[in-house]
């Protein structure tokens, strides 16, 4: 048996106003589409807006359903937009806040599993890194360069294949 650790590398900054201004204006859309977010049973107002390396943006929020779990993730919604209206335009970054009507958000909030999963896909689709840039309503910011700091053993189209 041997035992192994696993790095993950982010930047914190204390707060937007520290982020370079290509960043700061993504939180700031990520943080208007979060508002628009249809969130009538859990009240978590997700946004996340994509930028693809062309310049485009593409903004999404989380969509709910009474039937859970039918409803989608800010994340999913801005990926799966930009991939469908800009097939073949690799995104470069991706901001993600959130904000609530019942509390203040002041931690960087992360993407959940299946969304990781899916920024997974298209690091891989296009064989280029996204980053991320996380923040909640107020506080520390937490950027890093791919979703492998968050997904380290991640599964892709190579674990798909023969080795």
Partial sequence: ????????????FDSVDELA???RKLVYEARKTAHDAYAPYSNFHVGA????VNGVTVIGNNQENASYPLGLCAE???????????????IK?????????????DQPVAPCGACRQA?????????HPIRLILTG??????VADGIKNFLPHLFDG????AK
Avoid: W
Avoid at 49 to 52: G, H, P, Q
């Fill in 137 to 142: 309503e107020s506080g520390k910011v937490l």
């Fill in 158 to 161: 190579d674990s798909l294949k």
């Fill in 119 to 127: 920024i997974a896909e298209y690091e891989h689709r296009y064989q």
């Fill in 93 to 105: 970054s991706i901001a993600i806040t959130a904000s609530s009507d019942q509390f203040n958000i």
């Fill in 1 to 12: 048996m041997k035992k192994t650790y696993v790095q993950s590398e982010f930047l914190e």
């Fill in 49 to 52: 807006i994509v930028l693809l």
């Fill in 21 to 23: 201004e290509e960043d």
């Fill in 76 to 90: 999913r919604v801005a990926i799966f937009a930009a991939g469908a209206t800009y097939p073949g335009i690799k």
